[in-house]
């Protein structure tokens, strides 16, 4: 299967992109005083430091060492331009992946050069201090579950995560894992006429050393196909879904659209009668929803289960497995997360979840230029033993890597754990929920 390897939001800022933070741009001869640049800095630490201070002590973040680091930027600001990117990095150190300036009334410096930004024509993704390929061009003939040895003379995680640093000074992450699964996977994206050196070891044993060109050629990836496990799936919107080789119903959620339990109701109806489901939550983007009523999609029909009555088209109340990963982020966490905490099903994955999901605030500068946007408090509470969500995230009951193997073979290791599990005959023993058969 030959399709475009899918863009996140993250990939906006990589290109430079981050024009979308503003609405217009700043009459450069109308510069603010630099009182005012020092005025917006000496708010957003105060600020910042007050209504986030429980967050940042659960993030351990040394909030003194932020002010010092500021200190240190704030002469530098001559510009607006300029003040955008110190606001914007000291905002991304409260490791806060909603956090971010918005309405702001002036553009983020064009770093182009006139050149061109190329996506990434390999796509990676960490797993047991590996770096697995997952998506490529075919021209670099480097097939996927190829692992990544080095990059730039470098092993490859510690390029990974240099990387992970880089994005993380203009882009705040919840958890360093997210941090590292953005890098992996988008990376290698750059300015054309930047090219890179990497070394490895095909699925088959055979160990290369290549050197990738980024040019101004448009190419389509080939990423991972599940042929060998699922039917096709049928899309519904952002979603899809479908049947796995074995019977088993397949719910791939990309997103948390505000109809989901509407959307759920159809795809449940469609698929009938299935032995067990399957809902691949891993990279879900988040959203919103009354998550409430999605849980109910997933019990007998007027079946109660604690503060939960089943209801919907035709719900389903057998075995569940999710599949979660470093991606599954906001929402998405907080949904896999109601099914964990409530012990409806089972779930799998390589890694926990993203760990960024909270209440939100806004809050306008003094100097009008830019809103701040930031969580105050976690989502879920009540999740992980009272901690909540953001920072930590939904860690899965069964940790599951991928297998360069499998992938080499088109089989996706997650997807193939949860059909084993839901061949079992008994259900694991922390799964209070007894499905129907």
Same mark, same amino acid.
């Given at each position: 299967?030959?399709?475009?390897i899918?863009?996140?939001?993250?990939?906006?800022?990589?290109?430079?992109?981050?024009?979308?933070?503003?609405?217009? *741009?700043?009459?450069?001869?109308?510069?603010?005083?630099?009182?005012?640049?020092?005025?917006?800095?000496?708010?957003?630490?105060?600020?910042?430091?007050?209504?986030?201070?429980?967050?940042?002590?659960?993030?351990?973040?040394?909030?003194?060492?932020?002010?010092?680091w500021?200190?240190?930027?704030?002469?530098?600001?001559?510009?607006?331009?300029?003040?955008?990117?110190?606001?914007?990095?000291?905002?991304?150190?409260?490791?806060?992946?909603?956090a971010?300036?918005?309405?702001?009334?002036?553009?983020?410096?064009?770093?182009?050069?006139?050149?061109?930004?190329?996506?990434?024509?390999?796509?990676?993704?960490?797993?047991?201090?590996?770096?697995?390929?997952?998506? *490529?061009?075919?021209a670099?003939?480097?097939?996927?579950?190829t692992?990544?040895?080095?990059?730039d003379?470098?092993?490859?995680?510690?390029?990974?995560?240099?990387?992970?640093?880089?994005?993380?000074?203009?882009?705040?992450?919840?958890?360093?894992r997210?941090?590292?699964?953005?890098?992996?996977?988008?990376?290698l994206?750059?300015w054309?006429?930047?090219?890179?050196?990497?070394?490895?070891?095909?699925?088959?044993?055979?160990?290369?050393?290549?050197?990738v060109?980024?040019?101004?050629?448009t190419?389509?990836?080939?990423?991972l196909?599940?042929s060998?496990?699922?039917?096709?799936?049928?899309?519904?919107?952002?979603?899809?879904?479908?049947?796995?080789? *074995?019977?088993?119903?397949?719910?791939?959620?990309k997103?948390?659209?505000?109809?989901?339990?509407e959307?759920?109701?159809?795809?449940?109806? *469609?698929?009938?009668?299935?032995?067990?489901?399957?809902?691949?939550?891993?990279?879900?983007?988040?959203?919103?929803?009354?998550?409430?009523?999605?849980?109910?999609?997933?019990?007998?029909?007027?079946?109660?289960?604690?503060?939960?009555?089943g209801?919907?088209?035709?719900?389903?109340g057998?075995?569940?497995v999710?599949?979660?990963?470093?991606?599954?982020?906001?929402?998405g966490?907080?949904?896999?997360g109601?099914f964990?905490?409530?012990?409806?099903?089972?779930?799998?994955?390589?890694?926990?979840?993203a760990?960024?999901?909270?209440?939100?605030?806004?809050?306008?500068?003094?100097?009008?230029?830019?809103?701040v946007?930031?969580?105050?408090?976690s989502?879920?509470?009540?999740?992980?033993g009272?901690?909540?969500i953001?920072?930590?995230?939904?860690?899965?009951?069964i940790?599951?890597?991928?297998?360069g193997?499998?992938?080499?073979?088109?089989?996706?290791?997650?997807?193939?754990?949860?059909e084993?599990l839901?061949?079992?005959?008994?259900?694991?023993?922390?799964?209070?929920?007894?499905?129907?058969?």
């Amino acid at each position: 299967m030959r399709v475009r390897i899918p863009l996140t939001w993250l990939t906006e800022w990589l290109s430079g992109a981050a024009l979308l933070l503003s609405t217009a *741009a700043a009459d450069e001869t109308q510069q603010p005083t630099p009182e005012v640049y020092q005025q917006d800095v000496a708010f957003l630490l105060d600020t910042l430091e007050e209504r986030a201070e429980h967050l940042i002590g659960e993030k351990r973040i040394v909030w003194d060492d932020v002010r010092s680091w500021a200190a240190t930027q704030t002469p530098n600001i001559t510009t607006v331009s300029e003040h955008l990117q110190v606001c914007t990095r000291l905002v991304a150190r409260l490791r806060d992946g909603h956090a971010r300036l918005k309405d702001c009334s002036f553009r983020w410096p064009d770093e182009s050069g006139d050149r061109h930004w190329q996506l990434a024509r390999l796509n990676m993704l960490v797993d047991d201090n590996s770096a697995i390929v997952i998506g *490529a061009d075919p021209a670099t003939q480097i097939p996927i579950g190829t692992i990544i040895s080095t990059i730039d003379d470098m092993p490859a995680i510690d390029w990974i995560g240099k990387k992970a640093d880089e994005l993380a000074d203009r882009r705040g992450y919840s958890t360093r894992r997210h941090a590292m699964a953005q890098a992996a996977l988008i990376g290698l994206a750059g300015w054309v006429g930047i090219d890179y050196r990497i070394t490895g070891q095909m699925p088959d044993g055979t160990a290369f050393s290549k050197t990738v060109s980024r040019t101004d050629e448009t190419f389509v990836s080939t990423s991972l196909a599940f042929s060998r496990q699922l039917d096709a799936l049928v899309p519904a919107g952002r979603n899809s879904f479908g049947k796995t080789k *074995a019977g088993n119903g397949f719910l791939r959620l990309k997103s948390v659209p505000r109809d989901l339990p509407e959307q759920l109701d159809k795809m449940l109806t *469609a698929l009938g009668n299935v032995p067990g489901m399957i809902i691949d939550m891993r990279a879900n983007s988040g959203g919103g929803c009354d998550h409430y009523e999605v849980f109910a999609r997933f019990l007998e029909r007027g079946e109660f289960w604690g503060k939960f009555e089943g209801k919907g088209d035709r719900p389903f109340g057998g075995p569940v497995v999710i599949l979660i990963d470093a991606m599954t982020a906001s929402s998405g966490e907080t949904l896999s997360g109601l099914f964990k905490e409530e012990q409806r099903a089972l779930l799998i994955g390589p890694t926990p979840t993203a760990g960024m999901s909270s209440r939100k605030i806004s809050i306008p500068a003094p100097s009008g230029l830019f809103s701040v946007y930031f969580s105050v408090a976690s989502n879920m509470q009540r999740f992980n033993g009272g901690r909540g969500i953001e920072g930590i995230g939904i860690v899965p009951h069964i940790i599951v890597p991928y297998n360069g193997r499998d992938l080499a073979n088109g089989v996706d290791s997650q997807i193939k754990a949860a059909e084993e599990l839901l061949m079992k005959r008994t259900w694991p023993e922390y799964i209070d929920y007894e499905p129907n058969p």
